[in-house]
């Protein structure tokens, strides 16, 4: 294998790696940040805050007495309090004990208890506030994430040959009318008026354009029943209903209204079959 082969790979691992160290960081510090404010308003003094373990890199002393330092190590972060023998916060008994009244007080050992609280929750509250901004951004610029309607199957129709929509269309309009993500697709489609052919604006391969297409729900037999009506009329599923009793139909709600119509009466009905073409059968409703 050529070494210049690897290099996209490397670069790639050192990429993830470089964002997972500079996404920790910020959350160690924000983290960090959190317990060093909070104990500053609660009276507690902060010796030390630092971004990273190891050997300083940099450092500075603010007016607070507070030493701000970067280490060589980036993989954590701590602060230190005033009575801290360490980054952990565990008790310095020596220093403790050096302390006035008034240093004790500044510590975070000596200091009241719920000044103690809210100064070790206040780092975990902080990294709450942060995800909850940059959730709040990410929607603001990014919107909530919607699936878009797409076309899964295409049914066999008489006409068929007339409209160019796909598998994989990603339906855009149809007929003009913007359309919405998929779980709001079934309110909008209920607004529509069936008709043979629809104008659909989809988009493929990158391209946005219009293209002739079905009904969205033609009156096509999804299955049935032995003994049934459909069944009796000779029926199978895939079957297209062209027309009932001479009128033509493009969805199920005409073939429903039409064969109601009837009144338990015989109706004759145009039915298209693929690889057959349209054959006539006459079909009695079942009456419960």
Same mark, same amino acid.
């Given at each position: ?6 290099? &996209?790979?490397?670069? $790639? ?22 317990? @060093? ?46 009575? *801290?023998?360490?980054?952990a916060s565990s008790p310095d008994s020596e220093a403790m004990g050096s302390l006035d009244a008034e240093g004790r007080r500044a510590s975070m050992h000596g200091a009241p208890l719920w000044a103690r609280t809210i100064t070790v929750m206040a780092g975990p509250a902080f990294n709450f506030a942060l995800s909850f901004v940059l959730f709040a951004v990410l929607f603001m610029f990014r919107g909530v994430a919607a699936d878009p309607v797409t076309v899964d199957d295409l049914y066999p129709l008489p006409s068929s ?18 359309? &919405? ?18 104008? @659909?604006?989809?988009?493929? *391969?990158?391209?946005?354009? *219009? ?7 033609? &009156? ?5 029943? &032995?003994?049934?009506?459909?069944? $009796? ?44 073409? $349209? ?10």
């Amino acid at each position: 294998m050529e070494i210049a082969a690897l290099i &996209p790979s490397f670069g $790639n691992l050192a990429f993830t790696i470089a964002a997972f160290v500079v996404a920790l960081s910020i959350i160690i510090a924000v983290h960090e940040f959190g317990h @060093y404010i909070v104990g500053r308003w609660s009276g507690i003094r902060a010796e030390v805050f630092s971004l990273g373990f190891g050997p300083v890199l940099a450092s500075r002393v603010d007016r607070h007495g507070t030493r701000w330092q970067v280490a060589i190590l980036p993989l954590g972060g701590y602060v230190k309090f005033l009575g *801290d023998r360490d980054p952990a916060s565990s008790p310095d008994s020596e220093a403790m004990g050096s302390l006035d009244a008034e240093g004790r007080r500044a510590s975070m050992h000596g200091a009241p208890l719920w000044a103690r609280t809210i100064t070790v929750m206040a780092g975990p509250a902080f990294n709450f506030a942060l995800s909850f901004v940059l959730f709040a951004v990410l929607f603001m610029f990014r919107g909530v994430a919607a699936d878009p309607v797409t076309v899964d199957d295409l049914y066999p129709l008489p006409s068929s040959e007339a409209h160019d929509l796909r598998r994989g269309d990603v339906i855009l309009a149809i007929d003009g009318s913007q359309v &919405p993500e998929a779980e709001a697709f079934g309110e909008f489609s209920a607004g529509l008026d069936a008709a043979p052919d629809l104008t @659909y604006t989809v988009l493929r *391969d990158g391209r946005e354009f *219009d293209v002739a297409g079905p009904w969205l729900y033609p &009156p096509i037999v999804a299955a049935t029943t &032995p003994a049934s009506a459909a069944s $009796n009329a000779g029926l199978v599923r895939g079957d297209v209903i062209v027309s009932v009793d001479g009128m033509e139909i493009h969805d199920f709600d005409a073939l429903r209204q039409a064969v109601s119509a009837s009144d338990g009466g015989s109706v004759t009905l145009d039915v298209w079959r693929e690889g057959r073409g $349209n054959r006539t059968v006459t079909l009695t409703p079942t009456k419960f």
